[in-house]
Structure formats: C-alpha cells, structure tokens
C-alpha cells in the first residue's frame, strides 16, 4: 500500500517526498501523537484535480461521495492510506500516494493524491453489478485503457433496471483530454444492444403510437467544456438506429442533438458542508438529422446535501417533459433502484410516460467506513390525454426504505406505500 507522503513540524506544514520506510515509520509517529488531528481538511484533489471538477466517468460515484465527504473533517493519516489504496485499486494506477499542503489558515490543510499511471495497463471493472427480487440481475463489464491523455473503454452488459426493457450487448467509449487546453474534453461512445420487453409492455403497446424493436445501435460524439470552475457544459449529437420488431416494419432513426448542462458548488461552513447540484439535460430529435421520431425531451434535477460528522442530509428533485412522439428508450420511468424503490415500473406503466416527478429525502450516519441510510421517495408518471387520465396524471406514490453502503457495495431493503399491504423489496449488489 503507497504510504501518505508529508512532514508536519509545529506552526508550518510541508509536503515533500518521502521514502517508503522513512514515511512509514513518519505515520506511526503522526498516529501515536494525533497531531494530525489538529488540522481540517480543506479540500481534495487527485492528480491536482479537485473531485468536484472530475467528470463522471473519471470517478466512480461511490467514490466521489467518499472523497468530498473529508471535507470539513479532521486530517486522519490512517483514512488517507485507505482512501489511497482504495483509489488504486479501483482506478487501476501504478501507485497513490497522499500529500498535504497549507490550506487558507494555519489550522486547514489541503489534500491532493498524487497518482502514477500503468503504461499501456487494461483495468477490468464492474462497474454496476445489482440484484433487485423484482427485476432480477444487472451487470456491466468493462475493460478500459489509457495511452497518452486518451482512454479506450469497451465493456458488455445487460440491464433490467434503467429503461422500460431489458438491453443486453456491447459499448465501446473513447475520451480525450488532449485538446490543447484542460477545459475541453471529446468524448464517442458506441453501443450495441439486444431488447428483451415486459409482457406488460407487449401488452400495451397495441392502440398506442409507439414501436417495440428487437434491436437498437448508437453513436453518439460529444464536446464538453469547462465554462468557469463548478460550470461544465456537453453538447454533442446522438445517432440512434432501431430495428423493429416486425420483419416488414424495417427501421426507424432517433437522431437528436443533445445538450447537458452541470453546475455543483460546495459551501463550506465551521461545522456544517453544503453541497448543491443541479443538472439540465436536452434531447432534440429532427428530421433535420434524419430522424423519424421528432420530439424534444427536457430533464432536470437539483440536489442538496448537507454534512455534519458522522451525519449526512441530502434532497434530490428530478422533473422531465417530453414533447411530440419519443421512442420507448426515451420515455420516463420511475421503480426502479434509484427511483420509487420497491414499486413495480411495469405497475406504475408499463409504457414509460411523457412526463415525470420525483424526490427522494436521505439521511445517512457514517459507521466505520460504511454508511447506514434511511430514504423516502415520492413520484408521478404519466402520459397527459391517457385514458383513463386520472389513473395516469393523478396519483403521486410513495416508498419508504433503508439500507446499508460501502465502497462500491449497496445493500437496501425498500418498502412501496400501499393500502393493505406490505411487499417489500431487497436490492444489494456494486454500484458506481
């Protein structure tokens, strides 16, 4: 395990480069003395990068939350050795080694883990490997690489969780850094799936204008800029190719310009760490592009989060329209592992919606290097003009539930609100 590198002496903080045996027997000494308790952690970068600029695919999700929850907390040597094998292990690098700095007072100090990178090394992950007893298994492999400032990632997978249908095959993705300037980065992804449709869906889809396909590919380049520190925006375009179920239907296009805007900003107080995040993300199909479907779809969500040591407090809001005729893979869903858990989509509709409303509330307590979580979540999908339109556009559901996390394990046991009865549902797996 690569050792924090540093070297505290009273009323100055240092970073320099340390032998391993030297820096060891250095740690011992910190620990035994909990000098370096007395400092509070400022901010944390990797590779001099601080985690909030980080794009998504640069860091898994749980251990993002993990990174920036060091914010506000006391300096502990013992957790930055863990965190940094943590990072090796899961990014696949040659070696991580901590390094502290002079914060903006004597008493705040920042951390930045340094990284050395594998020539030519393939990583493999999982990136997300759920079980849900309501939808079953979902898993993705993937095998990444990097050369230079480019990385290659190609992985397989099949999910039950995240559309109105299973999709099983291949993705292939290419991201570059190297663009002259850190503040723009070019991004391709490539996928390939297979369907596999809900007899609910099969059943529903009969009177409704949309179109079951067996089939769907993708290639979708996109440019995301840097506009000011917590400002990215992506635009890019997506050229999406189903093929229908029926043998003599042929083929439909489902090509859209895309846009994805992303703010987050952290406000730092003396006991309480305040994060908010807000995301807008636009979808514009036209047959200017080609595409048969035509349609605009809108999707926005904003989350805060509040920390207070051992105690976390978050609220996420997602709301979603959809005008003109979307495809089946565009349209809303909410049961799932992420939204209204423990209900049943293909209940809800098993057609998706045009519209869509959802907030989760989350308090977590910090044990060990787990956190044991409580949520509430209340939603509504619907598709207005329905029949009938009450059954559509006027319930609001609920669910209840708890659960446990840690590192990239998730556990949880949810509960969808019901008159008269109780069926909950359990979901544990990995999941970035």
Same mark, same amino acid.
């Given at each position: 395990?690569?050792?924090?590198?540093?070297?505290?002496?009273?009323?100055?903080?240092?970073?320099?480069?340390?032998?391993?045996?030297?820096?060891?027997?250095?740690?011992?000494?910190?620990?035994?003395?909990?000098?370096?308790?007395?400092?509070?952690?400022?901010?944390?970068?990797?590779?001099?990068?601080?985690?909030?600029?980080?794009?998504?695919?640069?860091?898994?999700?749980?251990?993002?939350?993990?990174?920036?929850? %060091?914010?506000?907390?006391?300096? @502990?040597?013992?957790?930055?050795?863990?965190?940094?094998?943590?990072?090796?292990?899961? %990014?696949?690098?040659?070696?991580?080694?901590?390094?502290?700095?002079?914060?903006?007072?004597?008493?705040?100090?920042?951390?930045?883990?340094?990284?050395?990178?594998?020539?030519?090394?393939?990583? =493999?992950?999982?990136?997300?490997?759920?079980?849900?007893?309501?939808?079953?298994?979902? #898993?993705?492999?993937?095998?990444?690489?990097?050369?230079?400032?480019?990385?290659?990632?190609?992985?397989?997978?099949?999910?039950?969780?995240?559309?109105?249908?299973?999709?099983?095959?291949?993705?292939?993705?290419?991201?570059? &850094?190297?663009?002259?300037?850190?503040?723009?980065?070019? #991004?391709?992804?490539?996928? @390939?799936?297979?369907?596999?449709?809900?007899?609910?869906?099969?059943?529903?889809?009969?009177?409704?204008?949309?179109?079951?396909?067996?089939?769907?590919?993708?290639?979708?380049?996109? $440019?995301?800029?840097? =506009?000011?520190?917590?400002?990215? =925006?992506?635009?890019?375009?997506?050229?999406?190719? %189903?093929? $229908?179920?029926?043998?003599?239907?042929?083929?439909?296009?489902?090509?859209?310009?895309? $846009?994805?805007?992303?703010?987050?900003?952290?406000?730092? #107080?003396?006991?309480?760490?305040?994060?908010?995040?807000?995301?807008?993300?636009?979808?514009?199909?036209?047959?200017?592009?080609?595409?048969?479907?035509?349609?605009?779809?809108?999707?926005?969500?904003?989350?805060?989060?509040?920390?207070?040591?051992?105690?976390?407090?978050?609220?996420?809001?997602?709301? #979603?329209?959809?005008?003109?005729?979307?495809?089946?893979?565009?349209?809303?869903?909410?049961?799932?592992?992420?939204?209204?858990?423990?209900?049943?989509?293909?209940?809800?509709?098993?057609?998706?919606?045009?519209?869509?409303?959802?907030?989760?509330?989350?308090?977590?307590?910090?044990?060990?290097?787990?956190?044991?979580? &409580?949520?509430?979540?209340?939603?509504?999908?619907?598709?207005?003009?329905?029949?009938?339109?009450?059954?559509? &556009?006027?319930?609001?559901?609920?669910?209840?539930?708890?659960?446990?996390?840690?590192?990239?394990?998730?556990?949880?046991?949810?509960?969808?609100?019901?008159?008269?009865?109780?069926?909950? =549902?359990?979901?544990?797996?990995?999941?970035?």
């Amino acid at each position: 395990m690569p050792s924090l590198a540093c070297f505290i002496v009273p009323g100055l903080l240092l970073s320099t480069a340390l032998s391993l045996a030297a820096g060891q027997e250095f740690l011992r000494e910190v620990a035994d003395t909990n000098v370096n308790r007395q400092y509070v952690i400022e901010s944390v970068s990797v590779a001099g990068v601080e985690v909030d600029r980080l794009a998504p695919s640069k860091l898994p999700k749980t251990l993002r939350q993990r990174l920036r929850s %060091l914010v506000g907390e006391h300096c @502990d040597v013992a957790m930055l050795e863990d965190l940094s094998a943590q990072i090796r292990r899961e %990014l696949n690098f040659l070696t991580v080694t901590g390094h502290l700095s002079k914060g903006s007072s004597p008493d705040r100090i920042r951390v930045n883990f340094e990284v050395v990178r594998r020539d030519l090394a393939v990583d =493999v992950s999982l990136p997300k490997f759920l079980y849900s007893s309501q939808n079953g298994f979902t #898993g993705e492999l993937d095998a990444s690489t990097r050369i230079k400032q480019n990385d290659f990632t190609l992985g397989m997978l099949s999910n039950g969780d995240d559309l109105t249908e299973r999709f099983t095959g291949i993705t292939a993705r290419f991201d570059s &850094a190297g663009l002259g300037t850190d503040r723009l980065h070019l #991004g391709v992804t490539f996928e @390939d799936y297979r369907e596999q449709w809900n007899p609910a869906t099969i059943g529903a889809v009969p009177g409704s204008s949309l179109d079951l396909y067996r089939s769907r590919w993708n290639v979708a380049p996109e $440019l995301t800029f840097t =506009v000011a520190r917590p400002l990215t =925006v992506a635009v890019g375009a997506s050229f999406e190719d %189903l093929d $229908l179920e029926s043998p003599n239907a042929g083929s439909r296009a489902a090509n859209a310009a895309t $846009l994805d805007v992303h703010y987050g900003r952290r406000i730092e #107080g003396t006991t309480v760490l305040q994060r908010i995040e807000g995301r807008y993300s636009l979808r514009v199909a036209t047959r200017a592009l080609g595409s048969t479907y035509a349609y605009a779809r809108h999707l926005i969500s904003v989350r805060y989060e509040a920390m207070a040591g051992k105690h976390t407090l978050s609220d996420e809001f997602t709301g #979603g329209t959809i005008s003109g005729d979307a495809p089946l893979f565009d349209r809303f869903i909410l049961g799932n592992s992420s939204t209204l858990q423990g209900w049943d989509r293909y209940e809800i509709d098993p057609l998706g919606g045009s519209r869509v409303i959802h907030n989760q509330v989350t308090y977590g307590y910090r044990v060990g290097n787990g956190t044991v979580e &409580a949520f509430y979540d209340a939603g509504a999908v619907w598709q207005p003009g329905a029949q009938p339109a009450a059954e559509r &556009a006027g319930t609001l559901r609920h669910a209840l539930g708890a659960g446990y996390k840690q590192g990239v394990f998730v556990m949880a046991m949810a509960f969808p609100v019901r008159d008269g009865r109780i069926e909950p =549902v359990f979901m544990a797996g990995m999941n970035y």
